[in-house]
């Protein structure tokens, strides 16, 4: 059985990074929380606290929740075994990569967890699997699916905008992610309104930029040329708003590159993690999920489908925090 130092080991990490990163809180990292994680799921770890019977079936299955982790996104990992330990439920983790292929997740196995929760995007094998087999209790967290509940930064991303254009900015880009997961897509769309409520000149501003990227690497590099391209340019934008921390941090190190400053020079804004958003200098303000809602709200459908009772609504929608930090400020170059 894989122990918690083996992953440490072959991380090249302490345990209590390991500990940490899995549990998706504390400061660590976004980069080393990906790794950690990742090499965890390709060792088949389990945590030993989850109690798993390595047993035969015998007609009744051997946890009562599971959490289905797909490309690293443990952030409701912590919440979501605080709340198994507080109604004493049986629960195991399984880390997958979306795009591993057509082989399902040991945990859609009835003899292996009552109900199912999965964050993350949705592959085509589970989804073909849940078209087969609707009655499955199953949620997904922050991806489309007949039951799920996401987190809707519709109206974060209005406020923000709102203080923006507050503080005078009126030159903006914007960066997001792939289209195919479900935080981008809700971001663009939720850009897009904002330019039509609030008569945005579009002319006058970097519209979304899309990358459809594999790993942290291929990510941020790319996050650094867009940053390079964007406020290297003559039509320099006082503010920038992006779809992930990691993208703001690629920001705020090519704007120290360029010798201007954040947030007097150029303002820098994101959709990420509160704990995340302190992990570096200037503090990022941040449109963060609440992922206690989320995971609260979640298991409580989970455990509704679980026991055969009436869900009215099938798809629920959490809002976020906005919450302002060093890393914006009023445009001090007036109106452009």
């Not at 109604?87 to 082989?103: A, D, K, P």
């Not at 509940?149 to 254009?165: C, I």
């Not at 820098?268 to 989320?294: K, M």
């Not at 869900?311 to 930090?325: A, G, H, P, Q, S």
Request: a positive charge.
């Amino acid at each position: 059985m894989v122990k918690l130092k083996d992953v440490a080991e072959a991380a090249g990490v302490t345990i209590a990074t390991v500990s940490i990163a899995l549990s998706g809180k504390g400061r660590v990292s976004s980069a080393t929380r990906e790794r950690v994680c990742r090499i965890a799921g390709e060792m088949h770890y389990r945590p030993s606290g989850q109690r798993l019977r390595e047993q035969p079936f015998r007609g009744e299955s051997r946890v009562d929740v599971g959490l289905i982790i797909a490309d690293n996104q443990s952030m409701i990992l912590h919440d979501f075994i605080q709340f198994a330990e507080t109604y004493h439920l049986r629960n195991q983790l399984e880390f997958i990569l979306s795009e591993g292929g057509t082989q399902l997740p040991s945990l859609l196995n009835r003899s292996a967890a009552k109900g199912v929760l999965h964050i993350g995007y949705i592959g085509e094998g589970i989804r073909r699997y849940l078209e087969r087999n609707p009655d499955h209790p199953f949620v997904a967290v922050n991806d489309t699916a007949e039951y799920s509940v996401k987190t809707d930064f519709t109206a974060g991303v209005h406020r923000a905008m709102q203080y923006l254009l507050a503080l005078g900015h009126h030159k903006i880009a914007f960066y997001s992610g792939s289209e195919k997961y479900a935080v981008p897509r809700i971001f663009n769309r939720a850009i897009e309104k904002c330019i039509q409520e609030y008569e945005i000149d579009r002319s006058r501003h970097f519209m979304p930029c899309h990358f459809e990227g594999s790993n942290c690497v291929d990510y941020m590099n790319n996050s650094l040329k867009w940053a390079r391209q964007v406020l290297g340019s003559e039509n320099r934008p006082t503010a920038c708003f992006c779809s992930g921390l990691m993208t703001a941090r690629a920001v705020i190190y090519v704007a120290m590159e360029s010798g201007l400053r954040v947030p007097e020079d150029l303002s820098v804004l994101a959709l990420g993690d509160a704990g995340d958003a302190l992990n570096g200098y200037p503090f990022v303000t941040t449109i963060s999920e609440n992922y206690s809602r989320l995971t609260s709200t979640a298991m409580t459908m989970l455990q509704r489908r679980i026991s055969g009772l009436c869900i009215e609504k099938k798809n629920l929608y959490i809002d976020t925090d906005f919450v302002v930090r060093g890393s914006t400020g009023p445009n001090r170059k007036g109106k452009q």
